[in-house]
């Protein structure tokens, strides 16, 4: 029974992400594009939470259906053009060829999800791992935090470089005259 | 669930990522196409880990949105510089490297 329910969560959030990004690409309005989006994210998020993965779960909402949709918005209504492009209608060959390469690429993804067999389904709760005397759960909080900060310390500092680098490019970006 | 389902949910997105940055013509439109190709990776990345049972693919996407945050900033920003240049957001118009 809980199978069933999982499953059917599943298949609902499959529906709710692909329903609404393959609207993203249709949809002529940007702003309608943006939140269609920020709809294909929360059920990335589900999906996340279904892979224990809590931890991202709350990051996306947070920060990618928050913070990254938010600046998009804020990025569309600054501009003004929350009309459609009058250009978008002629595309040409370009759309059929566009739909053609998709298709061949879907083929070869296809080809290997079935050619490489899955083990199986994975079992729901993950092996235990003991950090400073106490069990510690695969997905928690405090898993992923022990990797991020002894495996993985020097690229965590490193990000913050980077994050520091793209904030001045953007400050330089942003001015009057280049 | 197994895996695989999760990994087809991934490449679908993936595909209709890239259907939008092929067939829209708006720089916004395509930079969101771009994000959500970045979400199917992170998705790949998650169910990976679960199968492996092994922390380093959540930690990866960890990364991979900090990276996306810091993208995001620089690409909204060349947009918006672009629209103070040719007042568009029509990528056809911005053809001076083209030929």
């Known amino acids: 029974m809980a199978g069933i329910s999982v499953t059917l969560i599943c298949g609902g959030a499959a529906f709710v992400i692909m329903d609404p990004s393959l609207m993203v690409v249709v949809i002529c309005h940007p702003v309608h594009s943006a939140l269609y989006l920020v709809l294909a994210f929360l059920g990335v998020a589900v999906l996340f939470l279904q892979l224990q993965a809590p931890f991202l779960a709350a990051v996306q909402v947070i920060v990618y259906a928050g913070a990254i949709m938010v600046l998009f918005l804020f990025v569309i209504m600054l501009l003004g053009e929350d009309k459609p492009l009058p250009g978008e209608s002629r595309l040409g060959l370009?759309?059929?060829?566009?739909?053609?390469?998709?298709?061949?690429?879907?083929?070869?993804?296809?080809?290997?999800?079935?050619?490489?067999?899955?083990?199986?389904?994975?079992?729901?709760?993950?092996p235990v791992t003991v950090i400073g005397g106490e069990e510690v759960a695969f997905g928690s909080v405090k898993a992923l935090g022990n990797t991020l900060f002894t495996q993985y310390l020097f690229v965590f500092e490193a990000t913050s470089v980077v994050l520091l680098i793209a904030m001045i490019g953007v400050v330089v970006l942003a001015k009057k005259r280049l | 669930m197994p895996t695989t389902y999760y990994l087809a949910i991934s490449a679908v997105l993936f595909i209709i990522g890239v259907l939008g940055v092929l067939v829209r013509r708006n720089a916004i439109i395509i930079f969101m196409c771009i994000e959500m190709m970045f979400n199917a990776a992170n998705l790949a990345f998650v169910a990976a880990a679960r199968d492996l049972k092994q922390m380093n693919g959540q930690v990866f996407v960890f990364f991979v949105m900090v990276v996306a945050a810091a993208e995001v900033a620089v690409g909204l920003a060349i947009i918006v510089a672009l629209f103070r240049n040719r007042e568009s957001v029509d990528v056809d118009e911005v053809n001076l490297l083209k030929y």
Do not use: E
């Open chain 1, 94 to 126: 370009q759309l059929p060829l566009a739909v053609v390469f998709s298709l061949v690429l879907a083929a070869q993804i296809g080809y290997l999800l079935i050619r490489q067999p899955s083990r199986g389904a994975s079992v729901a709760a993950g």
